[in-house]
């Protein structure tokens, strides 16, 4: 009979995991580093997660909460470009620099999804094909202040640089467009 998981060795582990993360990024996280930030042996870290990409997807989920923590004490917003908006701000807020980084990393180098976050110009041009003209600018938005978000935390949290890459992307896409 297995013995019953330690929740609060969990969240331990979690924390030493996150550590890692903010080192080498989540997919390249070595399990035997875990193991030696909490002096034990990477067999402990499977009998609690199973396996490297459980505790990966876990850490995930221990960000979730912090990421959104800002955005959900805000007032509501009637209008989605609004919304979006504030989700911008919020994510530029300091405390939630690192932990959004962190997040868009581990989301970038998993390897099951990398193929998927390559398909931005087929999204853009489906979004263009679907809506009704009135609301193809809307989409477009959305999808660069998105993109913008995600250009300015894997720039370091410079905006001068977000800014810089967010043209260049736009530059090429209109371009292929073209």
């Known amino acids: 009979m297995a013995r019953p998981k330690d929740f609060a060795r969990r969240e331990e582990i979690l924390k030493a995991t996150l550590k890692v993360f903010r080192k080498h990024g989540a997919w390249d996280l070595s399990l035997n580093e875990v193991a030696r930030q909490l002096h034990t042996t990477t067999r402990m870290l499977v009998h609690h ?13 221990l960000l979730e909460p912090r990421l959104h923590k800002d955005l959900s004490s805000a007032p509501p917003q009637k209008n989605w470009k609004a919304l979006v908006c504030q989700a911008w701000h919020s994510s530029l807020q300091s405390s939630n620099k690192d932990d959004r980084r962190l997040s868009l990393i581990s989301t970038l180098q998993n390897p099951r999804k990398t193929s998927r976050l390559h398909e931005n110009e087929q999204v853009i041009g489906s979004l263009r094909e679907l809506l009704p003209s009135r609301m193809k600018k809307f989409a477009e938005d959305v999808f660069i202040y998105a993109l913008g978000l995600d250009l300015y935390v894997l720039g370091g949290g410079n905006p001068d640089r977000a800014l810089l890459n967010l043209k260049s992307y736009l530059k090429r896409l209109e371009n292929k467009t073209a």
Do not use: P, R
């Not at 997660?49 to 997807?57: D, R, V």
């Open 49 to 61: 997660f199973g396996t490297k990409e459980n505790l990966i997807n876990e850490c995930q989920k």
